[in-house]
T-cell receptor, first 115, second 109 residues
Framework: DVKVTQSSRYLVKRTGEKVFLECVQD?????MFWYRQDPGLGLRLIYF???????EKGDIPEGYSVSREKKERFSLILESASTNQTSMYLC??????????????FGNGTRLTVT | QKEVEQNSGPLSVPEGAIASLNCTYS??????FFWYRQYSGKSPELIMF????GDKEDGRFTAQLNKASQYVSLLIRDSQPSDSATYLC?????????FGKGTRLSVIA
């Protein structure tokens, strides 16, 4: 079974802090993704990566950056946390390299609150 | 921007009935279609995926795809209270998965 592990289940941070959300997958998947999920807005793609050191912007990248130094690890960085970044953050991975058509496997999510 | 539309529900069905969940989409270039189930407070889990027109069955679940009419549906036979969750439709083609906002299903015992 694919395991996607997000380092924190719940986080509380202050406005202006730099926040790191970590995600690790253990199935040698090529592709990794960060989504956020908000009531009434659904799941929205922040950033994704098809290879080490490679990243692509999703639909809502503003205020975020990412890092993929190793194939199994994909980190989401909030450069200066703001209250409108309070959300559920979901990391996902998929198998087929450079393909959008393979299923996503999600981690358990990190519920971030920015005060 | 791709649009994926789902009725938000709640859709209430009695235990043992067939639940029918529908999804329409705007991008005719969409190639792959996915159904995810999400329990409250949990992350989405994959139920089924379908790539070709027609029906695909897996246990109590059947996915139906009609590309000409741009809809995909999920049927759940013999619905159980444990099926109560939000069901997310997602699709992809030349872009990463785009999700609908989900339909909340409630199975009444």
């Amino acid at each position: 079974d694919v395991k996607v592990t997000q380092s924190s289940r719940y986080l509380v941070k202050r406005t202006g802090e730099k926040v790191f959300l970590e995600c690790v997958q253990d199935m040698d998947h090529e592709n990794m993704f960060w989504y956020r999920q908000d009531p009434g807005l659904g799941l929205r793609l922040i950033y994704f990566s098809y290879d080490v050191k490679m990243k692509e912007k999703g639909d809502i990248p503003e205020g975020y950056s990412v890092s993929r130094e190793k194939k199994e690890r994909f980190s989401l960085i909030l450069e200066s946390a703001s209250t409108n970044q309070t959300s559920m953050y979901l990391c996902a991975s998929s198998f087929i390299a450079f393909s959008y058509n393979s299923p996503l496997h999600f981690g358990n999510g990190t519920r971030l609150t920015v005060t | 921007q791709k649009e994926v539309e789902q009725n938000s529900g709640p859709l209430s069905v009695p235990e043992g009935a067939i639940a029918s969940l529908n999804c329409t989409y705007s991008d005719r270039g969409s190639q792959s279609f996915f159904w995810y189930r999400q329990y409250s407070g949990k992350s989405p889990e994959l139920i089924m995926f379908i790539y070709s027109n027609g029906d695909k069955e897996d246990g109590r679940f059947t996915a139906q795809l009609n590309k000409a009419s741009q809809y995909v549906s999920l049927l759940i036979r013999d619905s159980q209270p444990s099926d109560s969750a939000t069901y997310l439709c997602a699709l992809s083609g030349n872009t990463p998965l785009v999700f609908g906002k989900g339909t909340r299903l409630s199975v009444i015992a």
